[in-house]
């Protein structure tokens, strides 16, 4: 069965602090898309990342960087230099490769907050 | 193109009313999801459906039916509401690619309901 967990609840940090949101997940198939949403106080999700499981190059946008590491069943995200704009409730999700849909599989989101 | 529109954006339902909330999408998808959000719960699936005429049962079904008539609209019916199903409900599409499909998933803006 496919699981996500975020186990930070809520973090916490001062404007201009690198921040690290972890994910790890669980899932039989080999093939299988990770993905990041941000849901920020005016409620809607935006997409920030999708990621396959055959591709586990880091990637960086900007100040948003990735880490995916299958031999740990991570998928964590980085905010360098964070701002207050950066608060927003974040979700990992996961979602298993197979014809016919692509439900996904969310985590219970950490909420962020960025104080000035 | 408007997307993925819900309507409505809030409702308030009295024990036993029914209800169907509206989700709609311009961009041709084949699949459609009905996602709720609870707090401290995530994005947990109810519905879904891979193409008109086909749907499915997510996660947590329960009190909730769909029907998929047309590509474009995807409503989600409360028959007799209940206090439990006071949460956000997000709508979502999606296409296929190349025969397999996009994985990433086109969130609506929400409804949130309140059941007293």
């Known amino acids: 069965a496919q699981k996500v967990t975020q186990a930070q609840t809520e973090i916490s940090v001062v404007e201009k602090e690198d921040v690290t949101l972890d994910c790890v997940y669980e899932t039989r198939d080999t093939t299988y898309y990770l993905f990041w949403y941000k849901q920020p106080p005016s409620g809607e999700l935006v997409f920030l990342i999708r990621r396959n499981s055959f591709d586990e190059q880091n990637e960086i946008s900007g100040r948003y960087s990735w880490n995916f590491q299958k031999s740990t069943s991570s998928f964590n995200f980085t905010i360098t230099a964070s701002q207050v704009v950066d608060s927003a409730v974040y979700f990992c999700?996961?979602?298993?490769?197979?014809?016919?849909?692509?439900?996904?599989?969310f985590g219970k989101g950490t909420r962020l907050s960025v104080i000035a | 193109n408007a997307g993925v529109t819900q309507t409505p954006k809030f409702q308030v339902l009295k024990t036993g009313q029914s209800m169907t909330l509206q989700c709609a999408q311009d961009?041709?998808?084949?699949?459609m999801s009905w996602y709720r959000q609870d707090p401290g719960m995530g994005l947990r699936l109810i519905h879904y459906?891979?193409?008109?005429?086909?749907?499915d049962q997510g996660e947590v079904p329960n009190g909730y039916n769909v029907s998929r008539s047309t590509t474009e609209d995807f409503p989600l019916r409360l028959l007799s509401a209940a206090p439990s199903q006071t949460s956000v409900y997000f709508c979502a599409s999606s296409y296929k690619r190349g025969g397999r499909s996009s994985y990433e998933q086109y969130f609506g803006p929400g409804t949130r309901l309140t059941v007293t």
């Open positions: 961009m041709n998808h084949e699949y």
């Open positions: 999700a996961l979602s298993e490769v197979f014809e016919g849909n692509t439900p996904l599989v």
């Open positions: 459906s891979v193409g008109a005429g086909i749907t």
